[in-house]
């Protein structure tokens, strides 16, 4: 276990949450520079919603799959290795996602993708955990889970617009996967390890162990209950942008813009979720309120005007990253998982979520052409409160910040 001196005593936390923020920033901008894309990739490939909204899904494919060997390997070969070969995969996936000329060439590109992002993302919770883990640690995980991640989408969503305008898709996602392969240089360069963390730069693997951590039933009910609402904020920041523009008639400039304040919206909001959770014992409804909300406000898009999209699209971008900081702290703060598994720990409530962020936009992008988008909108709504209520079966932390 991590001293209480190598972690609160160190004047290397705040460098490492510095280090650990921008591999989010560049693992959010490879993710979602896709979707950025959507109306060129679409052309380009005579390929409609359906099959687009299939590209978000493919992502959480390798995403969702492979946090738990992720974890996993980064017990064996240690944490700082496991970091730096996720952004290593997922940068050179980028690169290859944008010298793809077929649909089933990106496809495949974005399993990838989605691989190399899920071994970086469930270490960045844990490295988090161990540097932080006796003070201000659901902060901490509101910075890198929420402010960086909203960051990276917002970059992708709007930036990388302009860049793909004047440089063609093809090359925007190149300079995306490239950007990655450079933080992947400085992680190596920067990224260490506490001290006392000792079993964190690789351990025999405990079998045992491991699957005592992970059948812990919080790990269980807190990832079921984000399940909804995970595809519904995934679809929502990716397809948003067509939506108001299709459908309601926005410029493409303005409807990145608003896609991009949607993602930008979660760094406030996972800043205050995390400083105000680090100081609760009800940890629970830091996760479910912010859910309900989500849900809430997802229901009134289909009947809103169009300038009222502009505060519901950042208000569920505010609320969703509000709540997610203390999600990401279940293990720590509520299951109370050993440092070298809470990779793993972590991991298992990304792949239960995944499940959502797999499903939900794939059913969203075949049902909006049979029905609406406001049929799309109302069945996000409804996923997400109904998962989000499995949480309120979930445990909260003994004392306000406790580990």
Not at 189 to 197: D, Q, W, Y
Not at 228 to 238: I, K, L, P
Not at 271 to 279: I, K, N, Q
Request: aromatic residues 10%.
């Amino acid at each position: 276990m991590t001293s209480a001196r190598g972690v609160e005593g160190s004047s290397y936390r705040w460098p490492m949450l510095a280090v650990v923020s921008l591999g989010i920033v560049a693992l959010t901008l490879n993710w979602f520079d896709v979707a950025t894309a959507f109306p060129l990739i679409g052309a380009e490939f005579k390929v409609g919603l359906g099959s687009l909204g299939l590209l978000i899904s493919l992502y959480i494919v390798g995403y969702g799959l492979t946090h738990i060997p992720g974890g996993v390997l980064a017990t064996k070969i240690g944490m700082k290795r496991t970091l730096v070969l996720g952004l290593l995969v997922q940068g050179a996936a980028g690169v290859m996602s944008g010298l793809s000329h077929s649909y089933v060439e990106l496809a495949i590109c974005r399993i990838a993708s989605g691989v190399g992002g899920s071994v970086f993302v469930a270490m960045t919770a844990a490295s988090m955990v161990v540097w932080f883990r006796e003070k201000e640690v659901t902060f901490a995980l509101g910075v890198t889970g929420g402010a960086a991640f909203s960051a990276g989408a917002a970059l992708a969503l709007y930036v990388w617009l302009f860049v793909q305008r004047s440089a063609g898709w093809h090359t925007s996602m190149v300079l995306g996967g490239v950007f990655e392969l450079l933080v992947a240089v400085v992680t190596v360069a920067a990224f260490r390890l506490p001290e006392g963390g000792h079993s964190l730069g690789g351990v025999k693997f405990d079998r045992a162990a491991l699957w005592s951590a992970l059948m812990t039933r919080d790990l269980w009910v807190y990832g079921i209950a984000l399940l909804g609402g995970y595809g519904a904020y995934f679809t929502t920041s990716q397809l948003f942008s067509q939506y108001v523009t299709t459908d309601r008639h926005f410029d493409p400039s303005a409807g990145g813009l608003l896609s991009a304040l949607i993602l930008l919206a979660g760094i406030p909001g996972s800043v205050l979720g995390g400083h105000l959770a680090d100081r609760s014992t009800n940890l629970r409804m830091f996760v479910v309120g912010p859910l309900v909300t989500v849900a809430a406000l997802l229901a009134l898009i289909p009947v809103a005007p169009n300038i009222l999209l502009w505060p519901l699209g950042i208000g569920i971008g505010f609320f969703l990253t509000f709540g997610f900081a203390a999600w990401l702290a279940v293990p720590s703060r509520v299951s109370n998982i050993r440092a070298e598994h809470i990779g793993s720990a972590t991991g298992l409530m990304l792949t239960l979520a995944a499940i959502g962020g797999f499903f939900i936009p794939i059913i969203f992008g075949h049902l909006v052409p049979h029905t609406s988008y406001g049929t799309g909108w109302v069945f996000l709504a409804v996923v997400s409160v109904a998962f989000a209520l499995v949480g309120l079966k979930g445990g909260n932390p003994v004392t306000a910040g406790s580990p």
